[in-house]
């Protein structure tokens, strides 16, 4: 794990020197400040990936440190740390800008589990600015790719792990979640970038439209067919070929596209020319596969041949820290485009975009902002240019959540949304890690924390 340089600010001189031990026999480099001069002081002197810091002390307390920290350097993280008695304001500090808090007394197991998530998290933004920095060497604009949660890091920086490959990649998720863009990114990020990108919609085409769209076809193979036609396999020689939709494809076609990830040969429909292309395949899927193998309607040995390595799109309801800088990027992009002074969203409009679920994900939210742009009388879109007045209505454990918060039972809101995960995951530690967005060790430790036990 990445050693960190870390800031514990802290006005007690013992809390500060425990803390301060403990994370250096870990291997961190730590420095100490005993006020919030004190801790401004050495953040401007200094390079730091991580604040431990008291909200409660004498003078500047936590939140105007927070606040003047972040007008120095907005890269630093930042973790309060605050007693049971004040944990609502330990909740404001993390919407202002701290990356989470911590209870005193400290225990350090969770400290450790924290630290070890911004070590994870400050690897996965250096990677990701590794990889734009190579995607823009190449030409390639990352304007489309906007996110800020650290699931879609995740995904980018496998992204660039799996581009220099030649093997298969499976895009799973939700209609409108940026499969088609993620697979040109891993596209652009490989040794095919030179040659062409094709997608294809496999949903889009019938059996024989679709075979002749991705094999080609001779002249006369049938009714209407006038003349040879080159298929996408061929075009897309040396290149990669991006199969949306992949899990509508026939039985036919499946055989078909099975010989050619074996063989990489195939022929065009009605002739008997066997050909051969050098072409990756990427595809993409908003159906259960493996629900699909099982019902007899997709192939299982094309099945494990397409998905070798599986990247899972989470749908936008999932990944919320991204609403705000996709409605940034879509409000500049078509206020642009329709020549139109809109420059921001009043705290209502963004409260009910925000509360908002996105059935349509991304895609979904592009057109809804686009829509209110087009319409807004004002430099600021109200409630009134949305499609809709108010967030849907809330499911029941939405509800419970709201209640929880408003109790201020911080607690009380993790514990269930732990459960949650767990069930979703089918008691499967590892996965229900993904879904809650922490570090399976950091899962394990709340499973103690809150007497749950998991079978697997």
Do not use: W
């Not at 990889?131 to 030409?139: A, P, V």
């Not at 397409?306 to 940034?328: F, H, Q």
């Not at 209640?403 to 201020?408: C, Q, V």
């Amino acid at each position: 794990m990445k050693k960190l340089s870390i800031l514990v600010v802290e006005d007690g001189q013992s809390q500060r020197e425990m803390l301060r031990d403990f994370l250096r026999k870990e291997g961190h480099s730590v420095g100490e400040a005993e006020n919030g001069d004190r801790a401004l002081q050495r953040v401007r002197e200094g390079h730091y990936d991580l604040i431990l810091l008291d909200y409660k002390m004498p003078g500047m307390d936590g939140m105007q440190v927070l606040q003047a920290v972040k007008g120095i350097n907005p890269e630093i993280d930042i973790v309060i740390i605050t007693a049971y008695g004040t944990i609502e304001t330990a909740v404001d500090a993390m919407k202002a800008g701290a990356l989470d808090y911590i209870t005193k007394p400290v225990e350090f197991e969770e400290l450790l589990l924290l630290v070890d998530r911004v070590a994870e998290r400050r690897t996965l933004l250096k990677e990701n600015e590794i990889l734009r920095e190579q995607l823009g060497e190449q030409g390639v604009t990352t304007d489309r790719i906007i996110y800020r949660s650290p699931k879609m890091a995740g995904l980018l920086n496998l992204a660039g792990r799996v581009a220099p490959s030649r093997t298969t990649v499976l895009l799973q998720g939700e209609s409108g979640t940026g499969k088609e863009l993620l697979a040109r990114l891993i596209h652009h990020l490989s040794p095919r970038s030179s040659r062409p990108i094709i997608a294809v919609n496999c949903g889009a085409l019938n059996e024989n439209l679709l075979e002749s769209e991705l094999f080609g076809h001779e002249k006369g193979a049938f009714t209407g067919a006038t003349a040879r036609r080159i298929g996408r396999f061929e075009e897309a020689d040396g290149g990669t070929l991006f199969l949306d939709e992949i899990g509508e494809l026939s039985p036919a076609v499946q055989v078909k596209l099975l010989r050619f990830l074996q063989e990489h040969e195939f022929q065009r429909l009605g002739g008997n020319q066997t050909l051969r292309s050098d072409v990756r395949v990427i595809s993409a899927t908003n159906r259960n596969l493996e629900q699909r193998v099982k019902e007899g309607a997709f192939r299982e040995d094309l099945f494990y041949r397409l998905n070798v390595v599986v990247m899972s799109l989470p749908p936008l309801r999932e990944r919320k820290e991204d609403i705000l800088p996709l409605i940034d990027h879509f409000l500049r992009r078509y206020a642009a485009e329709n020549d139109k002074a809109v420059e921001g969203l009043s705290r209502e409009a963004q409260d009910v975009l925000l509360k908002y679920d996105y059935p349509g994900n991304v895609r979904e939210l592009e057109n809804i902002i686009e829509r209110a742009v087009v319409i807004a009388r004002e430099e600021v879109i109200s409630v009134e240019d949305l499609p809709f007045r108010g967030a849907p209505e809330e499911r029941a454990e939405d509800r419970a959540a709201g209640e929880g918060l408003l109790r201020g039972s911080v607690e009380e809101l993790e514990r269930k949304l732990i459960v949650e995960a767990l069930e979703k995951a089918g008691d499967h530690q590892t996965r229900a890690a993904e879904l809650l967005g922490i570090s399976e060790r950091m899962l394990r430790y709340k499973l103690k924390k809150y007497g749950l036990k998991t079978a697997v």
